[in-house]
């Protein structure tokens, strides 16, 4: 069993207005994990996050880094932030200064960086988000995909132990997708806790081991995508299961496995290779 990095115990957040977000949430996130949680609008999911580099308190309850209750003093903060990076929702949150470049540079420059190595961090993120072209260009002149590409530069060039992106894929074009689960591949790989929000159940299903689902600030269920996703109580709460598992799933009425060395497809490019080769085996001379 891999030890939690990150954890919540009975975390419940109430907004100042008084609107309840988080309802005695328990959860833990997995050193080296590919997390995915999901949950309808309002359901909690930037609140949790918001709580996971110390931006909200618990209005009771405790988050916990490797198991040490969050010091919410200004240095253990800063040091907590480093090592948990956060690219929001909304890029005009994270985006401040006047040029890309500069943007990228400020979290890596404050950790007291060499400049030489605060340049090549900069300079690796912005290649690995596709905005090396872009770097001299004034951050609002861009369109809101570019704004989400330099927001998550601005995360890698701290290259924290966390990343939690909430819902980086929104307003990505395509390729820009696929890279940007290349690049979280790459990520995972180099030992990264990787935590994502989605709307997107066939990422979710396809990528993650381990997926939290909440429901109007609760914790409705924590486990494997491919099981918790397909659960009733899942499935009805977020309005639909991942198309992969359901075509697979049909197809298996009708006799057809697509089991692969005892697994489904998990993606859909897997599930086109497991479908050509079926055809291929059955239309054989
Ligand atoms: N600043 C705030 N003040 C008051 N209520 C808030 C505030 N921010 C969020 N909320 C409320 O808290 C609840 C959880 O919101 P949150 O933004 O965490 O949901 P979410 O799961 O991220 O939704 P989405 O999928 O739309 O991004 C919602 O009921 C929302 O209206
Ligand atoms: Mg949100």
Sequence with gaps: MTAAI??????????????????NCSLTVARGSRTAVLGTNGAGKTTLFLHLNGILRPSSGQVRWEGTPLD?????LRKLRSRVGLVFQNPDSQLFSASVREDVSFGPMNLGLSEKIVRERVEEALHAVGMTDSADKPVHNLSYGQKKRVCIAGVLAMQPEVVVLDEPMAGLDITMQEELTTVLERLHAAGMTIIVATHDLDFAYGWADEAIILQSGRL??????????????????LGAAPLVAEISSQLSLIGIDLRDKGYLPRSKSELLTALGAHIRQETKP
């Design 6 to 23: 990150l954890s919540l115990t009975n975390v419940s957040y109430r907004y100042p207005d008084g609107t309840s977000a988080l309802d």
């Design 220 to 237: 409705l269920a924590h486990g494997v995508p491919a099981k918790i996703l397909l659960q009733q109580d899942v499935r009805n709460e």
């Design 72 to 76: 919410y003093g200004r240095s253990e």
